[in-house]
C-alpha cells in the first residue's frame, strides 16, 4: 500500500502515534498513557539485536496494553492516537531523524544487509516484500507530512484493520466501547491487494555484500508452501529438527557459528524457508557446506521418535510460553486472522503437530528443504 518512492512510510507513520494527536500534545499524552499504566509499542527496538520478531513486511501493528479497570480510557486514548495524530511538522522531522539513525546502525549489520539482500534477491525490486520495513535513507528523507496524512486516511481504515482485544470483561461492554470509539471511522476504497508469490530459482542464485567485517553472514533459503497447505505443520517440525542439528553440529560441536538456525516465514498463500548463520571469515566454507551437509542428512535418513518428540514439545513449549501474555495471545490472533485460517487457529494447529509422524518429516524434507535450487545472500566476504 506503500506509495511509489515512500518505502517505510507504514512504519513512520506508526511511530507519529505516540508523538500527539489533535487534541493532546506529545507530553500530555505520554501523561496520560501512563496515568492508566499503559504500554504501547508500534515498532520493535532496533537497539537490541535480533529484536524483530513482530517487525514483518506484510503489515504493521499496534499493540497497546491497561489493566480491565482502564478498559474504556483505554480505547478512547488509543482511538484518538490512530484516528487524529497530529502529525506535526516538528515531530516529524525529530521522528525522521530517528528512523534515519536507525537506518544507519541496520547498514553496519552484517545480519540486516543479508537478510535485506536475500528479501530483494528472491521477490525481485518491484515485489513489496523486498521492501525494508524501515524504508532507505532516499525516501524516508522525501516523506513529508502531508504525505502522511495522505497516507493515513488509506492505511488506518476499518477495512483494512484487524483488531483483536482480550480482556475478562464482558464482550457486549467492550463491543459496545469500540463502536463508541473506532466506529467513527470511515472505509475508503482499497481495491484488491495481490501479492504474488516469488518465483522458484534455478541453480543456486548467489549475492554477496563485501563488508569490513571479521564475520560473515550467511541468508540461504527457498520459497515453499505457507500456512493454509496442509503439509505446513510436517515442514515445520522438520525445519524445528534441522535447527536443533544445526545449533547442535556447527555451533556446539565444531564452533563455527555465531548464531545459526533454520526457520519457516509465511504469507496467505505461499512461504519461504530459511537457513541463517553468522559465522568467521575463515569459517565460511566449512561453515557453508555444514550447512547443506545438514540439509542433506535430513533428506536421506529418516529422523528417530525422540528427536520427533522434542521438535514436537518443542514448538508446542514456545507457543505455550508465547501465549503467557495476554498482549501476545491478542496478537497471535490477529495473526491468524490475517493468514486466513482464523482467529482461534492456534490450538488447532498445535494439534496437527502433534500427529505428525518420522515419515511426515522426511517426506517434508524430501519435498521441501533445498538441495540445488536456493537463494543465497552472504554479508562479509571479500
Not at 544507519?104 to 537478510?115: I, N, P
Not at 529422523?303 to 513449549?317: C, D, K, Q, T
Amino acid at each position: 500500500m506503500e506509495p511509489p518512492g515512500k518505502d517505510g512510510i507504514t512504519d513512520f507513520l506508526n511511530r507519529m502515534l505516540e508523538k500527539g494527536t489533535e487534541n493532546f500534545d506529545k507530553e500530555t499524552l505520554s501523561e496520560k498513557l501512563a496515568n492508566i499504566g499503559a504500554q504501547l509499542t508500534v515498532t520493535d527496538n532496533p537497539y537490541i539485536p535480533y529484536d524483530d520478531r513482530y517487525t514483518s513486511r506484510q503489515y504493521a501493528f499496534v499493540k497497546f496494553e491497561t489493566i480491565d479497570e482502564y478498559a474504556s480510557e483505554g480505547l478512547e486514548l488509543l482511538s484518538e492516537m490512530m484516528i487524529h495524530p497530529a502529525l506535526d511538522s516538528t515531530e516529524v522531522e525529530n521522528v525522521k531523524r530517528e528512523i534515519m539513525a536507525a537506518l544507519g546502525m541496520a547498514s553496519a549489520s552484517t545480519y540486516q544487509t543479508a537478510r535485506n539482500s536475500f528479501y530483494e534477491m528472491m521477490f525481485g525490486s518491484d515485489h513489496p516484500f523486498s521492501k525494508v520495513p524501515l524504508g532507505t535513507p532516499r525516501t524516508i528523507a522525501t516523506i513529508s507530512g502531508d504525505n502522511l496524512k495522505a497516507y493515513h486516511k488509506r492505511f488506518y481504515a476499518p477495512n483494512n484493520m484487524i483488531m483483536t482485544v482480550c480482556t475478562n470483561l464482558e464482550s457486549d461492554r467492550v463491543l459496545s466501547q469500540l463502536e463508541n470509539t473506532f466506529g467513527q471511522m470511515e472505509p475508503v476504497s482499497l481495491g484488491a491487494i495481490e501479492i504474488p508469490a516469488p518465483n522458484t530459482p534455478t541453480g543456486i542464485v548467489k549475492s554477496n555484500t563485501p563488508m569490513d567485517k571479521e564475520q560473515v553472514y550467511i541468508y540461504l533459503g527457498t520459497p515453499t508452501i505457507g500456512v493454509n497447505n496442509p503439509d505446513y505443520a510436517s515442514l515445520d517440525v522438520a525445519t524445528e529438527i534441522l535447527s536443533s542439528r544445526l545449533a547442535l553440529e556447527l555451533r556446539e560441536v565444531q564452533g563455527l557459528a555465531y548464531s545459526v538456525g533454520a526457520g519457516l516465514s509465511t504469507a496467505p498463500d505461499f512461504g519461504w524457508f530459511l537457513v541463517t548463520m553468522g559465522t568467521g571469515t575463515d569459517n565460511y566454507q566449512v561453515a557453508y557446506d555444514g550447512i547443506m551437509a545438514e540439509i542433506a542428512k535430513m533428506k536421506d535418513a529418516p529422523v528417530s521418535e525422540e528427536e520427533l518428540r522434542r521438535a514436537i514439545n518443542s514448538i508446542w513449549g514456545s507457543s505455550l510460553t508465547r501465549q503467557l501474555s495476554r498482549i501476545n495471545q491478542a496478537y497471535y490472533m490477529t495473526f491468524y486472522e490475517f493468514m486466513g485460517p482464523g482467529y482461534n487457529y492456534q490450538d488447532e494447529y498445535i494439534e496437527k503437530i502433534k500427529g505428525v509422524t518420522v515419515d511426515d518429516v522426511l517426506r517434508a524434507a524430501q519435498n521441501y528443504f533445498p538441495s540445488e535450487d536456493y537463494y543465497m545472500a552472504t554479508v562479509g566476504l571479500q
